[in-house]
């Protein structure tokens, strides 16, 4: 995500950062500046510990990748982070470092890791910071001032263990709320699916991370620094196999893009119309609140909702099925959903292309989605200028059978936001 604007699904740009998400990078920024100016006027109180914790956070830093889906892209990094700011011993001796120190020696390793990435111009800088800053210094913020004044000494065992894993799930927590808000702020998406999507993505790799997190700091306090490269391993190893897996999923979405691009290619249906309509029907899929799977199913099915085309000795006009009589459509369709239940992809998607073109009292929402998008699509290109402004109106003249009304509005505020412009084709 960019610093100064979103673009909703290619039909234009939401404008300048939003107040909240300014206010969210400011607030960060004074904290890492504040932390580094007291640093440098009265140096490192641990400075061991300090270069351990930065060497390894660094090293997670420089092996984050980007692209892919999931949340936390640089798990070593927010362990070795989490594991500093939750740290109190060191071998059986006493850590004196404080908030301020944690959050420099955070940011400055961050930084150092960063540099190959923002030389390269990937991954979104910015807001990785910015999370990893404000988490970081809520987790020290929540352990240092009890730890220093003494107010855990009678806690030990399994007790401060389950209070350290406590605080990693409440930074956990966190985390998932200020990704959302800086979500909602650049988009404008509902932010309560946001959240949700956040906090189930927080069961995946983020468990991960909040366990490894607490292992090494109680370990470091048992034996010293020696545990960091070795309760380092198994999340790095874990991390290599999650970016294998998310390269799969991508290599698989471009294998559906590909095929749907096969009417494209016959002459069919227009060029970048399938993109266009799936890159839109999930920016309506947003607005509705679908969660991440559904929004998959959607964009999928979006893609593939015309490929029953193919099966047709003469061609459609234009490749505009929503001219036709509702039985030709209907029967595109299910030609459509046979095609791709060959193709092996999920059945979910197949059954949203096939029931594209029932009533939209009969359809899934995902169905719903794609109809009104598609037809938006078709009649605003054919109309020329004043187009989405007409195909829109079209569309709730017919919401009495064929579209359904909420998703009509919802594709209205959608194309609001990006200022109501014709798709561009190709």
């Given at each position: 995500?960019?610093?100064?604007?979103?673009?909703?699904?290619?039909?234009?740009?939401?404008?300048?950062?939003p107040?909240?998400?300014?206010l969210?990078?400011?607030?960060?920024?004074?904290?890492a500046?504040?932390?580094?100016?007291?640093?440098f006027?009265?140096?490192?109180?641990?400075?061991?510990?300090?270069?351990a914790?930065?060497?390894?956070?660094?090293?997670?830093?420089?092996a984050?990748?980007?692209?892919?889906?999931?949340?936390?892209s640089?798990?070593?990094?927010?362990?070795?982070?989490?594991?500093?700011?939750?740290?109190?011993?060191?071998?059986?001796?006493?850590?004196?470092?404080?908030?301020?120190?944690?959050?420099?020696?955070?940011?400055?390793?961050?930084?150092?890791?960063?540099?190959?990435?923002?030389?390269?111009?990937?991954?979104?800088?910015?807001?990785?910071?910015?999370?990893?800053?404000?988490?970081?210094?809520?987790?020290?913020?929540?352990?240092?001032?009890?730890?220093?004044?003494?107010?855990?000494?009678?806690?030990?065992?399994?007790?401060?263990?389950?209070?350290?894993?406590?605080?990693?799930?409440?930074?956990?927590l966190?985390?998932a709320?200020?990704?959302?808000?800086?979500?909602?702020?650049?988009?404008?998406?509902?932010?309560?699916?946001?959240?949700?999507?956040?906090?189930?993505?927080?069961?995946?790799?983020?468990?991960?991370?909040?366990?490894?997190?607490?292992?090494?700091?109680?370990?470091?306090?048992?034996?010293?620094?020696?545990?960091?490269?070795?309760?380092?391993?198994?999340?790095?190893?874990?991390?290599?196999?999650?970016?294998?897996?998310?390269?799969?999923?991508?290599t698989?979405?471009?294998?559906?893009?590909?095929?749907?691009?096969?009417?494209?290619?016959?002459?069919?249906?227009?060029?970048?119309?399938?993109?266009?309509?799936?890159?839109?029907?999930?920016a309506?899929?947003?607005?509705?609140?679908?969660?991440?799977?559904d929004l998959?199913?959607?964009?999928?099915?979006?893609?593939?909702?015309?490929i029953?085309?193919?099966?047709?000795?003469?061609?459609?006009?234009?490749?505009?099925?929503?001219?036709?009589?509702?039985?030709?459509?209907?029967?595109?369709?299910?030609?459509?959903g046979?095609?791709?239940?060959?193709?092996?992809?999920?059945?979910?998607?197949?059954?949203?292309?096939?029931?594209?073109?029932?009533?939209?009292?009969?359809?899934?929402?995902?169905?719903?989605?794609?109809?009104?998008?598609?037809?938006?699509?078709?009649?605003?290109?054919?109309?020329?200028?004043?187009?989405?402004?007409?195909?829109?109106?079209?569309?709730?003249?017919?919401?009495?059978?064929?579209?359904?009304p909420?998703?009509?509005?919802?594709l209205?505020?959608?194309?609001?936001?990006?200022?109501?412009?014709?798709?561009?084709?190709?």
């Open positions: 995500m960019s610093a100064v604007g979103v673009e909703i699904s290619g039909y234009g740009i939401v404008g300048r950062a107040f909240t998400l300014t969210v990078h400011a607030v960060a920024l004074l904290l500046v504040v932390s580094l100016a007291v640093v006027w009265h140096g490192l109180d641990e400075r061991g510990v300090a270069l914790f930065g060497i390894l956070i660094a090293v997670g830093e420089l984050r990748w980007s692209g892919a889906e999931e949340r936390e640089a798990p070593l990094a927010a362990a070795g982070a989490l594991a500093y700011a939750l740290l109190g011993e060191n071998a059986g001796h006493r850590a004196d470092h404080g908030v301020l120190e944690i959050v420099a020696v955070v940011v400055a390793a961050a930084l150092i890791g960063c540099v190959p990435h923002v030389a390269r111009g990937r991954g979104p800088t910015a807001d990785h910071l910015t999370r990893r800053v404000l988490t970081v210094g809520f987790a020290a913020v929540c352990f240092q001032p009890l730890y220093n004044q003494g107010r855990l000494m009678g806690w030990g065992g399994p007790s401060y263990a389950l209070l350290l894993v406590s605080l990693l799930v409440l930074t956990a966190c985390d709320v200020l990704a959302a808000a800086m979500a909602h702020a650049r988009t404008r998406w509902p932010f309560g699916p946001l959240l949700r999507d956040e906090l189930r993505a927080t069961l995946g790799i983020g468990s991960a991370v909040c366990a490894t997190g607490a292992v090494m700091s109680l370990a470091v306090a048992v034996v010293g620094l020696w545990a960091l490269p070795v309760f380092s391993l198994p999340l790095l190893l874990t991390q290599l196999s999650v970016r294998r897996y998310a390269a799969v999923r991508v698989y979405r471009q294998t559906i893009a590909s095929l749907a691009r096969a009417t494209e290619i016959a002459g069919y249906t227009p060029t970048g119309h399938a993109r266009r309509v799936a890159e839109l029907s999930r309506v899929g947003r607005e509705l609140g679908l969660s991440e799977p998959t199913v959607l964009e999928y099915a979006a893609l593939m909702h015309d029953g085309q193919l099966s047709l000795v003469d061609p459609v006009p234009a490749g505009a099925t929503s001219v036709l009589s509702a039985d030709e459509q209907r029967r595109i369709a299910l030609l459509g046979a095609v791709v239940r060959q193709t092996g992809v999920d059945a979910e998607v197949a059954v949203v292309v096939e029931r594209q073109a029932d009533p939209y009292r009969e359809q899934p929402v995902t169905a719903r989605i794609v109809r009104a998008v598609n037809a938006y699509e078709e009649m605003a290109r054919e109309a020329g200028p004043g187009g989405p402004l007409t195909a829109l109106e079209k569309l709730r003249l017919a919401t009495a059978r064929d579209y359904q909420e998703v009509v509005e919802s209205a505020r959608v194309l609001l936001r990006g200022t109501l412009t014709l798709p561009q084709a190709g």
